[in-house]
Nanobody, 116 residues
Framework: QVQLVESGGGLVQPGGSLRLSCAASGITFNIYAMVWSRQAPGKQRELVAR???????NYADSVKGRFTISRDNAKNTVYLQMNSLKPEDTAVYYC??????????WGQGTQVTVSS
């Protein structure tokens, strides 16, 4: 069975940093694009960062220059390094593995709270 398990969330002050991890199992990890998205209370889920199977990346404008997505195929893990965090980054962060419309999997999410 497919499992995506996020970790690394927590409470951090504005300007601080966190690194999120997502460990995948049950898929051929290296052929999947990996995505981080987030959902704040009362808002729609938004895409934060994406990394393709070839290592190309893109980011939402709101996080560009502050967040970095990376992957370690040997560990079946994708990371999101978050620096210079702002209160508006507060959300549940989700990991997504995508290959096709029939192969699209999501984790349970991890809470990130940025507050003083």
């Amino acid at each position: 069975q497919v499992q995506l398990v996020e970790s690394g969330g927590g409470l951090v002050q504005p300007g601080g940093s966190l690194r999120l991890s997502c460990a995948a199992s049950g898929i051929t990890f290296n052929i999947y694009a990996m995505v981080w998205s987030r959902q704040a209370p009362g808002k729609q889920r938004e895409l934060v960062a994406r990394i393709t199977s070839g290592g190309s990346t893109n980011y939402a404008d709101s996080v560009k220059g502050r967040f970095t997505i990376s992957r370690d195929n040997a560990k079946n893990t994708v990371y999101l390094q978050m620096n210079s965090l702002k209160p508006e980054d507060t959300a549940v962060y989700y990991c997504n593995a995508f290959k096709s419309l029939l192969n699209d999997y999501w984790g349970q999410g991890t809470q990130v709270t940025v507050s003083s």
